[in-house]
């Protein structure tokens, strides 16, 4: 498995990411890919593996990512924003066995924010059901199969800020009857924005999302999967389990 994460500004989130990975046995037998993604204003973090002179932002990130996995012969790819909190030492080892025990194409931890507003997509919040079957996951850590890369092999450009890889992914795999789990049996913590709300971007938070979800808009509403993400977009906004 590999897990890769993006560090922009925020060496000591990801030095703790890191750290509570390697606190899973399985660690070990995982390849680790930590990407700078243009850092200018902090140092790099001690677990660094790759860096970038200029931000590619998170869907310019991914696809680097993307690139480097499918040259691989690893099964997974696990990818963690650098911003999560997770509790016990068998973070990998229980995702790796749900995801296999599901034969999911795609998985994730349901999803706290450590603040009032919780996930827009309320199908990641956890509503302790064990695992559950969902039309597509937010990416804050996706845990997703080869055979769903290589049919992606690379995110569309227009998505380069990184708000649509998940919609994306949710088509592709809806499309061929792949097999998508939220688990809430595994819940992380996540910060949240923690480079805006840190001023660690020279981007506003306010332009960012104008921009990032002008961006995805236009992408999808000239591609074949707009009404799908329409649809996807309505599920996860009024997601309920009773």
């Not at 691989?72 to 990998?92: A, Q, V, W």
């Not at 199908?123 to 845990?143: E, I, S, T, Y």
């Not at 995110?155 to 792949?178: A, H, S, V």
């Amino acid at each position: 498995m590999l897990i890769a994460t993006l560090n922009h500004n925020l060496p000591n989130l990801t030095d703790n990411l890191v750290n509570q990975l390697k606190k899973d046995p399985l660690f070990k037998e995982c390849e680790l890919m930590v990407v700078d993604n243009g850092s200018k204003t902090e140092p790099l973090a001690k677990s660094t593996t790759h860096q970038l002179e200029e931000n590619t932002f998170f869907g310019g990130g991914f696809n680097i990512v993307l690139d480097y996995f499918l040259s691989t012969n690893h099964e997974y790819l696990y990818f963690l924003n650098n911003d999560l909190i997770f509790h016990g030492p068998s973070f990998l080892t229980t995702s790796l066995k749900e995801i296999k025990e599901t034969n999911a194409g795609v998985y994730s931890p349901s999803v706290i924010n450590s603040s009032i507003d919780q996930c827009h997509w309320k199908q990641m919040w956890n509503w302790g059901k064990g695992l559950r079957p969902v039309r597509w996951v937010d990416f804050q850590c996706p845990l997703i199969r080869r055979d769903v890369l290589e049919i992606i092999q690379k995110y569309p450009d227009e998505l380069m800020f990184g708000w649509g890889l998940d919609f994306y992914t949710g088509c592709i795999t809806e499309k061929r009857g792949i097999t998508t789990i939220v688990s809430d049996n595994h819940t992380i913590c996540h910060l949240n924005s923690q480079t805006f709300k840190q001023n660690k971007i020279n981007i506003g938070v306010q332009e960012f999302c104008k921009g990032a979800e002008t961006n995805m808009n236009d992408y999808f509403k000239n591609s074949e999967y707009f009404k799908q993400y329409i649809e996807l977009r309505t599920y996860g906004e009024n997601y309920i389990l009773y």
